[in-house]
């Protein structure tokens, strides 16, 4: 990939201040103030109907906010149409222009611009050569495949010089593997140019391989913001806990809380971890363990013992996850493969456990419903 | 019809429209067209189908243009020379009778033969001048007169003003349908736009003859606030402009723009539309370069249908015009038929009428760059 149509850094802050969008009776998107910051990689993350789309398309200028306001680069962006806006988007579907070539296609925002004709042909193949097409601006989009039309939406994209790059969920629609040769490819095209890019995904793991920060969302309200690491190591609520990779749940009241420990009573007796959120003392609440967190309490007791039967061994690759059953409840346990227990034969019963220090204790509220 | 499931065999009838997929190649027509109908719903439906389709084809549209063809390129030779022959001869034939009642006996037999060669002659005149004998050229064509030649090519343009006036009305509103108004609003756009068509071609061009007309509804509001008056007769004469003919076609042809732009813009993925509007292109330009372009094939369909339509219609100049703006062509053919009789010099007007269409679909295709595959979608 050519370095030609990388420029110095030109991505700007977006703000969001109090949005809220109402469509009708259904509140699509609750009061939200969003910070994100320039030439930063921002993925929105959360299941479809959650109001993420909503906010792209505030950003980009489709709808306006019912209230709040958005502000790019320090101005407010209110009574300016999408075209009058300094973002650009890249459809789930990419909207490629069928009739046109591919060049027309990347050079369509320069001629909205009034950029002679030899200039554009000039710039399209600079973009091309960047998300590696050089030479295939003559094609029809139907004549390539899927990662290539990838390639040319994101140059389309990029020939407007945009401030912020939105992005919605452009890579659903690829198969696994161009998916994943694509997450990579973003993530460098976003260096290389410096643009702000606002990611919406669904796919938790693609929002913890790219982004500088997520905000995840559930019913249109940001449930938590934060790096990819604190997402998933702290967990603001059930939701962000259930919905960012696999947890292990355990149900109860809390009996004891301090600045750092949080006990609940569960079926299995006394499970301490630490405490997120609000918490009081007879609260319902839930503990979370990843599978990856939990062990075999084999004489070194940690904060908690469960007796268990071992169901099922998936070897991974890497990795095992073994499946048991405590108490009727499934609990998922993940060694790394060749780690001394990770040869346990389904059937046999053993005890496993946590560290206190590698629990999170969290609200119950909400989640239910959910 | 009663089809046999046979397994998943598509259903593929004759001159069956292009499936869902846009790529799939149309299935190859012919014999391996029918075999596979065949297959699908047995011969004897095949064959019946196919029966009928021939039928169509031939009696319907093959043999009635073909005796059209052939009415056109013959004429009867004009009996106007015959009768003078004919009297002369009669005349002849009294002189000589006259003289023979004093003519001396020798010359007799010799005048009598004369006589009855003469009879003979007006025998086979006289069934000449009854049946005159055709003569095959391109007469009905080339004879058209100057003025019957300015009608024809003025019906040409007026028509295609019809068509242009068509899509220039029916454009935004199609689009309007597809993609800006809401679904409920949209459906009772469309209702509006159909329910007119539930009443008759005629008595909706009535409707606007009552609309244009001197004392009409027009210069009724207009005498109302004072600008005009019946008794003076300072109406204004709507009727007599050639526009009242085109208000009329415009409203009486507009469902044959509009459903065919419709159909094609109901096809446009939105995103394409926000995505021009995304890259900063303006409203003009997203029409021009993106929606446009993709209802090109709707567009063709249209005019193509308008144009038929305006060129051949027969009701609407006649009933609007009332012989004050000018005749339009379908009238002069109508009167070589049916006030002539002279079924020849009328097959002929029709026949270049035909011709006309015919260049017309060309020339829009070609303007449109679409080829008839795209248009049978």
């Known amino acids: 990939m050519s370095a030609s149509g990388g420029t110095a850094a030109r991505g700007r802050p977006v703000e969001l201040v109090d949005v809220e969008m109402q469509f009708g009776d259904f509140l699509a998107v609750e009061r939200t103030s969003l910070d994100i910051r320039a030439g930063e990689f921002f993925s929105i993350l959360g299941p479809s109907g959650c109001g993420k789309t909503t906010i792209l398309r505030m950003i980009s200028g489709f709808i306006e906010p019912t209230a709040g306001r958005v502000l790019i680069g320090g101005e407010d962006m209110a009574g300016r149409g999408p075209n009058a806006r300094p973002t650009a988007l890249i459809f789930q579907n990419l909207a490629l222009f069928p009739l046109m070539s591919v060049a027309e296609n990347v050079a369509f925002g320069l001629e909205a611009r009034g950029m002679s004709k030899a200039r554009r042909r000039d710039r399209a193949e600079e973009l091309l050569a960047l998300v590696g097409l050089a030479g295939q601006g003559g094609k029809k989009p139907s004549e390539m495949s899927g990662g290539q039309r990838q390639r040319v939406a994101i140059a389309r994209a990029l020939a407007v010089e945009p401030a912020v790059l939105l992005l919605d969920e452009p890579l659903s629609a690829l198969d696994l593997k161009l998916r994943q040769h694509m997450r990579a490819e973003l993530k460098q095209i976003q260096r290389q140019t410096g643009v702000t890019f606002v990611f919406i995904t669904h796919d938790q793991g693609e929002a913890l391989m790219m982004s500088d920060r997520i905000a995840v969302m559930r019913r249109g309200r940001v449930e938590q913001i934060g790096t990819a690491d604190e997402i998933y190591a702290r967990p603001a609520t059930p939701f962000v806990a259930t919905f960012v990779g696999e947890n292990n749940v355990f149900r109860g009241k809390v009996t004891g809380l301090d600045a750092d420990t949080a006990e609940i009573a569960s079926p299995f007796g006394p499970l301490r971890g630490r405490p997120g959120g609000r918490l009081a003392v007879g609260d319902e609440a839930m503990l979370f363990v990843r599978p990856e967190r939990m062990r075999f309490a084999n004489g070194t007791i940690p904060d908690a013992a469960l007796p268990a039967e071992l169901l099922r061994r998936d070897l991974e690759g890497s990795f095992v996850t073994l499946m048991f059953a405590a108490g009727g409840e499934p609990i998922r346990v993940q060694l790394a493969n060749g780690e001394a227990d990770s040869a346990a034969e389904p059937g046999s019963r053993h005890t496993i456990g946590f560290a206190a220090a590698d629990a999170r204790v969290l609200p119950a509220g909400g989640l239910a419903e959910g | ?377």
């Open chain 2, 1 to 377: 019809m009663t089809a046999r499931p046979l397994g998943d065999i598509p259903p593929i009838g004759l001159g069956a429209a292009p499936a869902a997929t846009p790529r799939r190649r149309r299935p190859s027509a012919g014999i391996g067209g029918f075999a596979t109908f065949r297959r699908a719903y047995g011969g004897g439906i095949a064959a019946l189908a196919l029966l009928l389709c021939a039928f169509w084809l031939v009696v319907m549209i093959v043999l009635p243009q073909a005796m059209m063809l052939e009415q056109s390129l013959w004429s009867r030779q004009s009996a106007g020379d015959v009768s003078l022959r004919i009297d002369r001869a009669y005349t002849e034939i009294d002189l000589l009778r006259f003289d023979l009642q004093a003519a001396p006996a020798a010359e007799k037999p010799a005048m009598e033969e004369k006589v009855a060669a003469l009879e003979a002659e007006i025998a086979t005149l006289e069934a000449q001048e009854k049946e005159p004998p055709k003569v095959y050229g391109l007469q009905n064509y080339t004879r058209m007169s100057g003025l019957h030649f300015y009608i024809f090519v003025k019906t040409i343009l007026y028509a295609l003003l019809v068509t242009l006036l068509s899509l220039v009305v029916c454009y935004p509103v199609a689009y309007m349908i597809a993609h800006v108004a809401k679904p409920a609003k949209a459906a009772v756009l469309l209702l509006c736009l159909t329910v007119p068509y539930a009443i008759n071609e005629l008595l909706r061009v009535y409707a606007w003859l009552m609309i244009l007309d001197y004392q009409g509804v027009i210069n009724g509001f207009l005498q109302t606030i004072g600008l005009v008056s019946f008794e003076q007769k300072t109406w204004i004469p709507f009727l007599e402009s050639p526009a009242a003919v085109f208000v009329a076609m415009v409203y009486a042809y507009v469902l044959f723009m509009v459903f065919p732009i419709l159909n094609a813009l109901q096809t446009l993925d939105r995103n394409q539309i926000e995505a021009a509007q995304d890259l900063g292109a303006s409203t003009p330009r997203t029409h021009w370069r993106v929606i446009i372009p993709h209802a090109k094939p709707g567009i063709a369909v249209g005019c193509i249908m308008t144009f038929m339509l305006s060129v051949g219609s027969y009701s609407v100049p006649q009933i609007m015009t009332r012989g004050l703006s000018g005749d339009w062509f379908s009238q002069l053919v109508y009167r070589q038929f049916f006030v002539s009789n002279d079924w020849n010099v009328g097959a002929a007007y029709s026949f270049a009428l035909l011709i006309v269409c015919i260049v017309f679909i060309f020339a829009v295709m070609r303007l449109f760059g679409v080829g008839i595959r795209d248009i049978a979608k």
